[in-house]
Nanobody, 114 residues
Framework: QVRLVESGGGLAQPGGSLRLSCAVS????????MSWYRQGPGKERELVAR??????????NYADSVKGRFTVSRDNAENTVYLQMNSLIPDDTAVYYC?????WGQGTQVTVSS
């Protein structure tokens, strides 16, 4: 059974940082495409970042709203994907989900507030 478990969310001040993790079990990640999505209050779920294999034409891509602030990475040995979020702003407040094909994690809440 494939399971994705996010962690690392919480409360951060504007300008602060958080690092989200997505641990995958039941599926060997290798270099399959993994994505991070988020859904803010009253908003639709949106793609935040995606990571493919290192040899892909575009190994990573990001939503315009997070470019230069967020970094997605993977550790295939740990079967885990990360999302480093820096220079957080209140608009980053959302539930963050990791995604692998049709599988989704339960989400982790990120709140950016002073």
């Amino acid at each position: 059974q494939v399971r994705l478990v996010e962690s690392g969310g919480g409360l951060a001040q504007p300008g602060g940082s958080l690092r989200l993790s997505c641990a995958v079990s039941g599926f060997k990640l290798n270099n399959y495409v993994m994505s991070w999505y988020r859904q803010g209050p009253g908003k639709e779920r949106e793609l935040v970042a995606r990571i493919a294999s290192p040899g892909a034409g575009t190994p990573t891509n990001y939503a315009d709203s997070v470019k230069g602030r967020f970094t997605v990475s993977r550790d295939n040995a740990e079967n885990t994907v990360y999302l480093q979020m820096n220079s957080l702003i209140p608009d980053d407040t959302a539930v963050y989900y990791c995604n692998l094909y049709n599988w989704w994690g339960q989400g982790t809440q990120v709140t950016v507030s002073s």
